[in-house]
């Protein structure tokens, strides 16, 4: 029923930039925050950025903080994460989440999108 897909994740050198794009669709998209998430290998899921469903930000996770910027086009039912200056430390699988305005737990995933930034 509900359905995130990403997209826009694949290889880049250290400096460059990637655009991710997450696509909702099963769900009334201006009612759900939503979020960006990644996982590194052999290491635990750890939240990136967010967004409220009228397009105010949360605070950035501080290894990301001035290099990603989440924006959302509810219009389309898009949430973007725009990832410039890609570092290494940068590679994982990046998760698309969303939840329920008001609550604190994200109800859904999408299946993540590889992002791999070599030196």
């Known amino acids: 029923q509900v359905r995130l897909v990403e997209s826009g994740g694949g290889l880049v050198q250290a400096g460059g930039s990637l655009r991710l794009s997450c696509t909702a669709s099963g769900l009334t998209f201006s009612s759900y925050d939503m979020g960006w998430f990644r996982q590194a290998p052999g290491k635990e899921r750890e939240f990136v950025a967010s967004?409220?469903?009228?397009?105010?930000?949360?605070p950035y996770a501080e290894s990301v903080k001035g290099r990603f910027t989440i924006s959302r086009d509810n219009a389309k039912n898009t949430v973007y994460l725009q990832m410039n200056n890609l570092k290494p430390e940068d590679t994982a699988v990046y998760y698309c989440?969303?939840?329920?305005?008001?609550?604190?737990?994200?109800?859904?995933w999408g299946q993540g999108t590889q992002v791999t930034v070599s030196s």
């Open positions: 989440a969303a939840k329920v305005l008001f609550t604190s737990r994200y109800n859904y």
């Open positions: 967004i409220f469903g009228s397009g105010r930000t949360t």
